[in-house]
C-alpha cells in the first residue's frame, strides 16, 4: 500500500534539490540497486559523443566550403582522452578533448598561365600583411596582383611582402613583362625588383587559422627558406579530397543518430524508473 503524504517516513539526510544519482541511494539505502547511475553515465557519454560529432561536422563543412580556395589546408582534430579514471561502476572514463591542427599535404598544382600567380612545392608560406592594421600573416595561395600605386597584393588585397618589405614596382616598371624564378626573384624583363620572402615554422600544423588559406604564427617565429622551389603560372589548390571529406559527414552523422537513439531510450526508461518509485 502506498504511502499518503502524512504518513510516508521521512529521511533527513534527502536533500529536494539532491541529483537523481546521489538521491537514490541515500533514500533507500541498502535496499536499491541503484539502477539510475549507470543510465546517467549513459547519458553523459552519449552527450558527450553528439557534441563531438556536431564539431567534427563543422570542420568538414568548412573543408569542403573551401575546397576551391587556392592554398587551403584542410582542418582536423584529434581526441585527446584525459584523467583516465574508473566511475561508480567501475568502467572506464576519461575526459575526451579535441584538438585542431592543420593538414599541410601539398595541393595539387594547377596551371594559370598568369606569371603573377606562384605556387610553393615543398615547405614554406608567403608572407602578407594587413595594411590598415599592420598584422603579419602566412598563406600558401600565390595569387598576386598589382594595384594601382604598383604593389604587389594577394586577391584580396593584402600586401605581399618581400626580404626588403612590401613589394611595389615603380612606375616604369610595372608595364614591363614581369616573371618571377624559381628562387622567388620578381623581374621586370631581366632587372630584379625584389625577393619574395618565403619561411617556414617548427610546427606548421599549430598555425592558427584566421580566414581561408591564411595563418597567424601566436607562439613561434618564422625561419627563412634558404632555398624556396616556386613555379611561376601555377596555384596550388586546395588539399581537401571532397569525396572523402563527405563519406567522412555521413559516418559523423550516423554516429550521431546513434547517440540520439540512447538518449531517447534511456530518457524513456529513467521515467519508468520514475513512476515505479512513486508507488513506495
Known amino acids: 500500500m502506498p504511502f499518503s503524504d502524512e504518513s510516508r517516513p521521512a ?32 547519458l553523459q557519454n552519449a552527450a558527450a559523443s553528439m557534441t563531438e560529432a556536431i564539431r567534427q561536422q563543422e570542420r568538414l563543412a568548412n573543408n569542403l566550403a573551401n575546397v576551391n580556395t587556392a592554398g587551403y589546408k584542410q582542418e582536423r582534430f584529434f581526441v585527446e582522452a584525459l584523467n583516465e579514471r574508473l566511475d561508480a561502476e567501475r568502467s572506464p572514463r576519461s575526459d575526451r578533448r579535441l584538438t585542431q591542427w592543420n593538414d599541410l599535404t601539398q595541393g595539387a598544382l594547377e596551371h594559370t598561365g598568369n606569371p603573377l600567380d606562384v605556387a610553393i612545392e615543398g615547405d614554406g608560406f608567403f608572407v602578407v600583411t594587413d595594411a590598415s592594421t599592420g598584422a603579419t600573416f602566412y598563406t600558401r595561395a600565390g595569387q598576386f596582383r598589382l594595384d594601382g600605386e604598383g604593389y604587389l597584393r594577394t586577391i584580396d588585397g593584402l600586401l605581399v611582402e618581400g626580404e626588403d618589405g612590401p613589394i611595389q614596382l615603380l612606375p616604369h616598371e610595372r608595364n614591363r613583362t614581369l616573371s618571377i624564378s624559381q628562387d622567388g626573384v620578381l623581374r621586370a624583363d631581366e632587372r630584379e625588383v625584389a625577393r619574395l620572402r618565403i619561411v617556414r615554422f617548427a610546427r606548421p600544423e599549430a598555425l592558427q587559422r584566421v580566414e581561408g588559406a591564411r595563418f597567424a604564427a601566436t607562439d613561434q617565429e618564422p625561419l627563412p627558406v634558404e632555398t624556396p622551389h616556386l613555379r611561376s603560372g601555377f596555384l596550388e589548390s586546395s588539399n581537401v579530397n571532397p569525396v572523402l571529406a563527405m563519406t567522412e559527414m555521413i ?6 543518430e546513434t547517440q540520439q537513439k540512447i538518449i531517447q531510450t534511456t530518457d524513456q526508461l529513467l521515467g519508468q524508473i520514475t513512476r515505479d518509485l512513486g508507488k513506495f
Do not use: I, K, Q, Y
Open 11 to 42: 529521511n533527513p539526510r534527502v536533500s529536494a534539490s539532491a541529483p537523481l544519482a546521489t538521491l537514490l541511494p541515500e533514500a533507500f539505502p541498502g535496499s536499491f540497486s541503484h539502477p539510475a547511475l549507470p543510465m546517467l553515465l549513459r
Open 251 to 256: 559516418e559523423h552523422f550516423h554516429r550521431f
